[in-house]
């Protein structure tokens, strides 16, 4: 009985993933199939998952009418500012936090949580208040801050459960050698912390290429706008889309996440399931 629940229960399983996995897949080969598609396959009564004609105007007429390299190259610069300094905070943070026991970890561990729970929406007003004040509207600089920002719980939670997972007596041992601490962190902690700040790198990386709501709100100027914000000028006066350069562009602006989670996946499941284990 136990070994027929236990095959059913992993048939199960298999079934959650599959449907999971469609549920992802389906909306992006529908985007694929549309960037494809010329426009009067677009306005079919019975449209067909492979294009019939495929074309490449849809690209051609993306580049045409927006600046979308430009748009790419401010996101890119915006989101790996921001992992990159999201990364250098959260590590040193992360380790006091898991291997201190005090005010200052409790503190950082109630901000962590709490700062989960606030919507875009209630922070924009006073955000933009402050960036006002500090002269960072409508610039990267100030966007890279408030991805930055909104990046640093997830990476603190990651990387303090990934140092949890690491053995102290391995920091003992360098403490006897006569480390100090940042010896010790840097020498010791941060290379065995690799798979973990490559994931938490990772995710900050594409959360701030994909924001919209911020960049919509901090960036005033059409030269400095991101690739979220850029996709919305292919929506006319009425809200009618350009169907096609709009597909096209949108499944342009997906590849680099795509690429980035092929290139380094094992590293990221590697880091997700350290950074989930207490020891």
């Given at each position: 009985m136990s070994l027929r629940t236990s095959g059913s229960a992993r048939a199960g399983q298999y079934l959650a993933l599959l449907c999971y996995l469609v549920f992802l897949a389906v909306p992006f080969l529908w985007l694929l199939s549309t960037a494809f598609k010329p426009a009067r396959e677009l306005g079919s009564l019975h449209p067909t998952w492979i294009p019939r004609q495929p074309t490449l105007d849809n690209f051609r007429q993306a580049f045409d009418e927006q600046p979308l390299l430009r748009a790419a190259g401010n996101s890119l610069t915006a989101a790996l500012a921001a992992a990159l300094i999201a990364v250098l905070i959260a590590t040193p943070m992360a380790y006091v936090m898991a291997r201190r026991r005090g005010r200052l970890a409790a503190a950082a561990t109630g901000w962590v949580v709490i700062s989960q729970?606030?919507?875009?929406?209630?922070?924009?007003?006073?955000?933009?208040?402050?960036?006002?004040?500090?002269?960072?509207?409508?610039?990267?600089?100030?966007?890279?801050?408030?991805?930055?920002?909104?990046?640093?719980?997830?990476?603190?939670?990651?990387?303090?459960?990934?140092?949890?997972?690491?053995?102290?007596?391995?920091?003992?041992?360098?403490?006897?050698?006569?480390?100090?601490?940042?010896?010790?962190?840097?020498?010791?902690?941060?290379?065995?912390?690799?798979?973990?700040?490559?994931?938490?790198?990772?995710?900050?990386?594409?959360?701030?290429?994909?924001?919209?709501?911020?960049?919509?709100?901090?960036?005033?100027?059409?030269?400095?706008?991101?690739l979220p914000v850029v996709l919305t000028h292919f929506l006319g006066a009425e809200g009618v889309a350009d169907l096609g350069p709009l597909a096209a562009a949108a499944f342009l602006a997906t590849l680099p996440s795509l690429l980035v989670f092929a290139l380094i996946q094992r590293r990221i499941t590697g880091g997700m399931l350290a950074g989930a284990v207490k020891s």
């Open positions: 729970a606030f919507p875009f929406v209630l922070v924009i007003i006073p955000l933009f208040l402050v960036l006002k004040n500090l002269h960072l509207i409508n610039s990267l600089a100030g966007l890279v801050a408030v991805y930055v920002v909104w990046a640093l719980p997830f990476a603190l939670w990651m990387l303090s459960g990934y140092v949890r997972a690491l053995p102290a007596e391995l920091e003992e041992a360098a403490a006897v050698d006569g480390a100090g601490r940042i010896r010790t962190l840097v020498s010791v902690t941060a290379p065995l912390l690799a798979p973990g700040i490559v994931a938490t790198a990772l995710f900050a990386f594409i959360t701030a290429w994909n924001e919209f709501f911020f960049a919509l709100v901090l960036l005033k100027s059409p030269e400095k706008q991101t």
